[in-house]
């Protein structure tokens, strides 16, 4: 394979990837189980189309149809879920089907080119890793920013319901814990 075959190869596993079965996030148990039920169907089919090919070419396709099936999977249950964690799932599980699929492309090569693939495939594949763990962190870092946030308003209101006596301030102060979410 020629440099501009692989990359549009791998072109298209990217397209591939981003385009895996998804639903509509309804966190139905139905549609849940329907689309599981999709993707396994879509991945035997996927498999069995491998066996056109013989050598590299079919485990190359193999690990394409692993990758579709473990990526549809992960969007699945993250349509299911709506987690955080899930959506963390799915950036993993394309960063590591994508992985294993240059892996192969590059048992077609011998020598110094093999190892140059090898190691652009751990490159990009560490690289994914690390977008995936940055976008969790961020995920976080949001989340206790507005934890913050929230903890600094509600203080405030707190603050000023001190300006009143009696039923007044319990009122405002109820307001508050009910405005920010205090107990």
Known sequence: M????????????????????????????????????????????????????????????????????????????YNYTGKAS????????????????????????GGNAKDVCMTEAKSAHTKAMADAKMNKKVGEARKDAADDRRDADYKIATEKCDSLAGDAKSACVSAAKARFGKS
Request: glycine share 6%.
């Open 2 to 77: 020629t440099t501009l075959q692989h990359c549009k190869t791998g072109l298209a596993i990217a397209a591939m990837l981003a385009a895996s079965g998804t639903f509509a996030a309804t966190g139905d148990k139905t549609d849940y189980q329907a689309a599981k039920d999709r993707i396994s169907a879509e991945y035997k089919a996927d498999k069995a189309a491998c066996d056109k090919f013989s050598g590299n070419q079919k485990d190359i396709c193999v690990e394409q149809a692993k990758g579709k099936e473990k990526v549809a999977l992960a969007e699945t249950e």
């Open 86 to 109: 899930d959506a963390d799932k799915v950036a993993e599980a394309k960063g590591d089907a994508s992985y294993a699929v240059a892996k192969e492309m590059c048992d077609e090569k």
